[in-house]
Nanobody, 120 residues
Framework: QVQLVESGGGLVQVGGSLRLSCVAS????????MGWFRQAPGKERAFVAS????????VYAASVKGRFTISRDNAKNMVTLQMNSLKPEDTAVYYC?????????????WGQGTQVTVSS
C-alpha cells in the first residue's frame, strides 16, 4: 500500500501561483510514476501532469503546458506541482496519484485531494 497526502491548495487570484505538494509513504517511492489530476465541479476527473520514477519523462495536459511544472524529490518521497499564471478554469480539487511502473497500466493509489480556487 501507498499513502498519499496532498497539501498546498487554497484561494488565489487570477494570474497568481500555487505550489502543491504530495508526500508518499509505504513503498519505495522511486518505483512509482506520479501524476496529478483534477476534478472541477460537474466535470470528470482529468489528467494534469505526470513524472516517471526516475524524475524524467514529464507529460502535461495541453491546458496547463507552459504554466505548470511537475517535479519530484525521491529522497523526500515528494512530488510537487508548481502552478503559475492561474486561470479561473484551473479551479478544481487536485489529486495526487501513483502508478507502479512496469506493473500497472493505471494509477493504483490516490490522495484525498486538495482544493484550488482561482478567483477573477
Amino acid at each position: 500500500q501507498v499513502q498519499l497526502v496532498e497539501s498546498g491548495g487554497g484561494l488565489v487570484q487570477v494570474g497568481g501561483s500555487l505550489r502543491l505538494s504530495c508526500v508518499a509513504s509505504g513503498r519505495t517511492f522511486s518505483n512509482f510514476e506520479m501524476g496529478w489530476f483534477r476534478q472541477a465541479p460537474g466535470k470528470e476527473r482529468a489528467f494534469v501532469a505526470s513524472i516517471r520514477g526516475s524524475g524524467g519523462g514529464q507529460v502535461y495536459a495541453a491546458s496547463v503546458k507552459g504554466r505548470f511544472t511537475i517535479s519530484r524529490d525521491n529522497a523526500k518521497n515528494m512530488v510537487t506541482l508548481q502552478m503559475n499564471s492561474l486561470k479561473p478554469e484551473d479551479t478544481a480539487v487536485y489529486y495526487c496519484a501513483a502508478r507502479t511502473e512496469y506493473v500497472s497500466i493505471k494509477y493504483d493509489y490516490w490522495g484525498q485531494g486538495t482544493q484550488v480556487t482561482v478567483s477573477s
